[in-house]
C-alpha cells in the first residue's frame, strides 16, 4: 500500500476477504453463513463494490461508498439507505455516508449520526434487526425511523472487536418486501467490509501522518536517522540524512565503503578505528567528524550510533542518527576566535552588567590603565574618571547607547598612577533574548601619542613650515574675520598679494635650498616691518599675502606698499656666497571697493598683482574694472577647456612613476592631466586647472582622467604587466558633488577591472565635513575594493578624526614638508612625526616631491615605503612610461 490507495499486489488478499466473508469464514465477526439460495444479482453488485474499494483512497473513500449505497438502494428499492461507522480509535466522529436526494432527509440522518450513544444502543448484537413502527418501538429504535423517515428499518450492526463499529440502515415503505435472511446475511459481510476498508484506511493514514511527522521533525532539526545491516553490508539512510550526504533522493542505502569514501581524510583514520572499537565492544558511538559532499563543500557532523545484537549476543546492525552542525561549529569556533582576540588586541576591553560593573577586562586595559582584573572587578568604572564631573558623562553615555545601541568618541580617563590620558572609546550594548541590556562593552584606545601628533598637525595646518607664517586656510579665517569687523564699524580692508618676480629662475639656477632661504628671509622683513595688527600670509609657493585692517583711506595702503617694495630693495644673503636682489610684483584690492567677500577679493587681487608683473615687475597696482580683460582670457580658456573636454584629442595622461624606497621598483604611477593646446601648444596644470576650478568644470575634468586611467588600466590588465597602483587624483567638488560611486562602479564593470589596482587620492579638504554624502561615498568607494589616499597630507587640516571615520589606505606626505627634511631640524621632526604616526595607524606612506638623494635617504632611515619626485622621473608620456616598465 503506497499514499492513501490499495496497492494492485494486494488485490488478490481483499478478494480473498471478501470470499470468506460471504463463505462464513470471517474470524469473530458474529455473522452466520447465508442461506445456500441468495441473490445472484445482489451478490454480483456488491462484488463490484468490493472489487472498486481495492483502489479506494481516502479522498475517494466517501464517493466510492455512496456510489454502492445507491445500486443496493435501488436493486432492493429502498426509500432510504445510510451507513454509519465509528472506526475506534481512529475518529472522533461517526462517518455517515447516505445516498438520499432529499435535504431534509439528510439533514435528520447526519444529525442521528452525531446522537452516537442512542443509535450504538440500537447495535446490541450480530443480528440483523428489523425496526418497525407499528410494533411499539423503543425511543432509540423511533429516533432511527423517525431520521429514516420510513415505516420499516433494516439495521445491519458492524462490530469492531466486542464493541459496536457502525451499522448500515435501510428504510422501507409498508408495501416494499424487506430482504430475506440471505440477502441480510449478505448485505451484513458487505457492511462488515465497508467498515474493514474504512479502518484499514484510517490506520493507515495514521502511519503515513506519523511517518511524515517523524521525517518533518528529522528535516527541522537538521538530524537523519541511519540503520546499517552489519551482515549485508547495507547502511539504509532516512531522506534528511540522504541531505546532509547530498544524496539523490533516489538512492536510500549506500555501502560502508560508499560511506566511508565520505570521510574527510583528516578524520577518516579516526573515525574507522572508533566504529571498529563500537562493534568490538557493543558500545555507543558519539563523534564529531568532517565529510566531503560532491558540491565539494566540507561539512561538519555529529554521529551517534547504538549496537543492535540478536539473541547470541551477536553484533547484527547498528542503528544512529547524524546531524549537520557545521554552522554551530562555525559559530563555536568564532567564539573561541573572539575569546583569542579579547586576549590578543592592543585596545583595552571592559565588560561591566547592567549597573556598571566590572566583569570582566583584557590583558590591554591592564597594560594601558595599571590596574589588574583582581583590583578592577566588581567595581564601577566611575573609578577610571579622573573628576566627578565626568560622571554626568557616563550618564550621558549609557543614554545613548541605551537608544541607539553605541557611542563613540574621545574621553579622558585616569590610570592607576594617576596620569590623566586621553582614549578614543567605543560603548555598546549587548541584549538578551528579551531585548534587555543585560552587558555593556567599552573598547578603547591610548591616543596619547597621537594628540600630540595632532597637536602638531594643527599646527601645520594653520602655519606655513617653511617661514613659519600663517598659511592660506589661517588666511581664509583671518580675512573673512576682518570684513565683518569692518562691515560692522564701516571701514576699509585692504588684500595685498606678493608675488617674488623671477623666483623660479632662482630655483633653477641656485636650488631650492637657496630658493627656501630667500622666502625665509622675507617672510621674516614682512613679519618685523608691518604691524602687528596686520596679518602676513604665506599663501604658496612664492606668493604672500597681507591683510590691512582699519583702513581709512587708499593713500594708506599705498604707503604700506611702498614700504614692502622697500623691503625687497636691499639684497638677500641665501647661504651662497654672494648677495641676491629680487624684486616682487603687488597687487591690491580694498574692500568694499573691489569686492565683498574673501574669494573675490582674493581673485582680484591676483588679477591686479599680474598686471603689475605685466607692466615690468616690481610694481604695486591697485585692481581696476579695466583689469576684468584678464578675467576675460580666464573665461575664454575655460571655454576652449570645455571643447578640449569633447574632443578627446587634445587632453592627455601623464604618468609619474611611484617607487618602492626599499627594493627601487615601481609599485605604481600617478595619473596627471595635461593639456596639448592647438595653437599655444603644452598648457600645465597650473594655468587650466585654476580656470577650471572658476568656471565649474573639475568634475567633467575629474571624469575624463577616471574614465581614461580606468581604461589604460584595463589595457595594462589584459597585458600581463606585474600588478601596480594607478592613483587618480579626485578633487573636492567632485567628491562632496556625490554620484562617484556609481560612475565608478560602472567603469570596473564596463572594463572587468580588479578594484585593487586603483588608489584614489582625496584631499584633506574634501574629508572634513562627515556629510551623509560623504560618509555614503566613502563607504561606497570601500565596498567597491578600491584603494583610498589623503593626498598633500598635513597641509590642510590637521585634525585625525576621519583618519578613524574612514578608513583611508595611505598618507602621501606633501612636498613641501619633503622639501624641508635638508635644511631644517623642523622639517625633519615633522616628517618623521607624520610617517610614525601613519605606520602607528597601520596606513600606507607615500612622499611627494623627492628631488635629492638626502632627501630619499632620510625617508629611507625614517621608514617611509613609497616616494615619487623629479628624483627618479619626471611625468612622463605613456609611450615613454611603457618603455620604464619594460626595464
Not at 588586541?345 to 583584557?362: H, S, W, Y
Not at 565683518?484 to 631650492?512: C, E, P, Y
Request: aromatic fraction near 6%; hydrophobic fraction near 40%.
Amino acid at each position: 500500500m503506497t499514499g492513501m490507495s490499495f496497492s494492485a499486489d494486494r488485490q488478490d488478499h481483499w478478494s480473498q476477504i471478501w470470499k470468506d466473508l460471504i463463505s462464513g469464514k470471517a474470524p469473530d465477526n458474529g455473522l452466520q453463513k447465508p442461506a445456500l439460495v441468495v441473490s445472484a444479482r445482489l451478490e454480483s453488485l456488491l462484488e463490484s463494490s468490493a472489487q472498486r474499494f481495492l483502489h479506494s483512497r481516502s479522498a475517494t473513500l466517501s464517493a466510492d461508498l455512496q456510489s454502492s449505497l445507491q445500486r443496493i438502494a435501488a436493486r432492493l428499492q429502498a426509500s432510504q439507505i445510510a451507513l454509519l461507522l465509528c472506526p475506534q480509535g481512529v475518529h472522533t466522529q461517526p462517518l455517515c455516508i447516505l445516498a438520499s436526494q432529499d435535504e431534509a432527509s439528510t439533514g435528520k440522518l447526519h444529525g442521528l449520526a452525531a446522537q452516537r450513544e442512542q443509535w450504538c444502543g440500537l447495535v446490541n448484537g450480530q443480528q440483523p434487526r428489523l425496526l418497525s413502527a407499528a410494533q411499539a418501538p423503543g425511543e432509540d429504535e423511533r429516533l432511527v425511523l423517525q431520521a429514516m423517515a420510513c415505516d420499516q428499518v433494516l439495521l445491519l450492526p458492524v462490530t469492531g472487536g466486542h464493541n459496536a463499529a457502525g451499522c448500515m440502515l435501510l428504510g422501507f415503505n409498508a408495501a416494499t418486501p424487506v430482504p430475506g435472511e440471505g440477502e441480510r446475511s449478505l448485505l451484513s459481510t458487505f457492511t462488515q467490509l465497508c467498515f474493514l476498508v474504512v479502518d484499514r484506511l484510517a490506520v493507515m493514514n495514521h502511519l503515513e501522518q506519523r511517518e511524515r511527522s517523524l521525517l518533518q521533525t528529522e528535516r527541522l532539526a537538521r538530524i537523519g536517522s541511519w540503520y546499517d545491516d552489519v551482515l549485508n553490508n547495507c547502511i539504509t539512510f532516512t531522506p534528511q540524512a540522504g541531505e546532509i550526504f547530498e544524496l539523490s533522493p533516489q538512492i536510500t542505502q549506500v555501502s560502508l565503503e560508499h560511506y566511508i569514501a565520505y570521510l574527510h581524510p583528516e578524520d577518516k583514520d579516526r573515525v574507522i578505528s572508533t566504529l571498529q572499537h563500537s562493534l568490538k565492544t557493543l558500545q555507543p558511538s558519539d563523534m564529531t567528524y568532517r565529510i566531503c559532499t560532491p558540491s565539494g563543500l566540507v561539512k561538519v557532523i555529529h554521529g551517534i550510533g547504538e549496537i543492535l545484537v540478536n539473541e547470541n549476543g551477536i553484533a547484527v546492525a547498528r542503528v544512529g542518527t547524524v546531524q549537520d552542525i557545521t554552522e554551530a561549529h562555525a559559530r563555536e569556533q568564532r567564539l573561541q576566535q573572539s575569546a583569542r582576540v579579547f586576549e590578543s588586541t592592543m585596545e583595552g576591553v571592559v565588560i561591566t552588567n547592567p549597573d556598571g560593573l566590572i566583569e570582566a577586562v583584557n590583558p590591554a586595559f591592564s597594560t594601558i590603565t595599571g590596574y589588574s582584573e583582581e583590583e578592577v572587578r566588581g567595581r564601577s568604572v566611575d573609578m577610571l574618571n579622573p573628576e566627578r564631573r565626568q560622571r554626568n558623562v557616563l550618564q550621558d553615555i549609557r543614554r545613548e547607547v541605551q537608544e541607539k545601541g553605541f557611542w563613540r568618541d574621545e574621553v579622558w580617563n585616569r590610570r592607576k598612577n594617576g596620569e590623566v590620558f586621553p582614549q578614543f572609546l567605543t560603548v555598546t550594548s549587548v541584549r538578551d533574548e528579551r531585548q534587555a541590556i543585560s552587558h555593556y562593552v567599552a573598547v578603547f584606545a591610548d591616543i596619547s601619542r597621537q594628540k600630540e601628533s595632532e597637536q602638531q598637525l594643527d599646527y601645520l595646518a594653520h602655519y606655513d613650515s617653511l617661514t613659519g607664517l600663517p598659511n592660506r586656510s589661517s588666511l581664509l579665517v583671518k580675512l573673512q574675520t576682518a570684513i565683518d569687523l569692518a562691515t560692522q564699524k564701516r571701514r576699509k580692508v585692504a588684500v595685498i598679494t606678493i608675488d617674488l618676480d623671477h623666483f623660479k629662475h632662482i630655483n633653477d639656477s641656485l636650488g631650492h635650498p637657496a630658493g627656501d632661504r630667500l622666502l625665509q628671509e622675507c617672510a621674516r622683513r614682512l613679519r618685523e616691518r608691518l604691524r602687528d595688527s596686520d596679518t602676513v600670509v604665506r599663501q604658496g609657493g612664492d606668493e604672500f599675502v597681507v591683510v590691512l585692517e582699519n583702513i581709512v583711506s587708499e593713500d594708506q595702503v599705498r604707503r604700506v606698499a611702498e614700504i614692502i617694495q622697500q623691503l625687497f630693495a636691499s639684497a638677500f644673503d641665501v647661504g651662497i656666497g654672494r648677495e641676491l636682489f629680487i624684486g616682487a610684483s603687488l597687487g591690491i584690492t580694498l574692500f568694499p571697493d573691489h569686492g565683498r567677500d574673501v574669494t573675490q577679493l582674493i581673485s582680484n587681487a591676483d588679477v591686479a598683482m599680474y598686471q603689475a608683473k605685466s607692466k615690468g615687475r616690481n610694481h604695486y597696482q591697485f585692481y581696476t574694472n579695466d583689469l576684468t580683460q584678464a578675467a576675460t582670457d580666464r573665461l575664454e580658456l575655460g571655454n576652449e577647456l570645455r571643447h578640449a573636454l569633447q574632443r578627446d584629442d587634445e587632453l592627455q595622461l601623464h604618468y609619474q612613476p611611484q617607487v618602492c624606497i626599499r627594493s627601487g621598483r615601481v609599485t605604481g604611477v600617478e595619473a596627471l592631466i595635461r593639456w596639448q593646446h592647438e595653437q599655444e601648444g603644452m598648457i600645465q596644470p597650473g594655468r587650466f586647472l585654476p580656470v577650471a576650478e572658476d568656471n565649474g568644470l573639475m568634475p567633467e575634468l575629474d571624469s575624463w582622467v577616471l574614465n581614461k586611467a580606468c581604461r589604460q588600466l584595463a589595457l595594462w590588465q589584459q597585458q600581463g604587466i606585474a600588478p601596480l597602483i594607478l592613483a587618480v587624483n579626485i578633487t573636492q567638488p567632485t567628491f562632496v558633488a556625490g554620484g562617484l560611486v556609481e560612475r565608478l562602479k560602472a567603469l570596473l564593470d564596463i572594463y572587468q577591472l580588479d578594484p585593487s589596482w586603483l588608489e584614489l587620492e582625496i584631499t584633506e579638504g574634501a574629508l572634513l565635513e562627515p556629510t551623509a554624502q560623504v560618509l555614503s561615498t566613502i563607504a561606497g568607494l570601500k565596498a567597491l575594493g578600491v584603494m583610498l589616499a589623503v593626498d598633500d597630507f598635513g597641509t590642510g587640516y590637521s585634525s585625525l578624526a576621519y583618519l578613524h571615520r574612514y578608513r583611508v589606505d595611505k598618507l602621501k606626505i606633501d612636498r613641501s614638508f619633503i622639501n624641508s627634511v635638508e635644511r631644517e631640524e623642523e622639517g625633519r621632526v615633522i616628517t618623521s612625526t607624520i610617517i610614525n604616526m601613519a605606520r602607528g595607524l597601520g596606513l600606507q606612506i607615500l612622499a611627494e616631491g623627492v628631488e635629492t638623494a638626502p632627501q630619499l635617504e632620510f625617508l629611507r632611515s625614517n621608514g617611509c615605503e613609497t616616494y615619487q619626485g623629479f628624483y627618479f622621473s619626471r611625468p612622463l608620456p605613456l609611450a615613454e612610461l611603457a618603455l620604464l616598465l619594460q626595464h
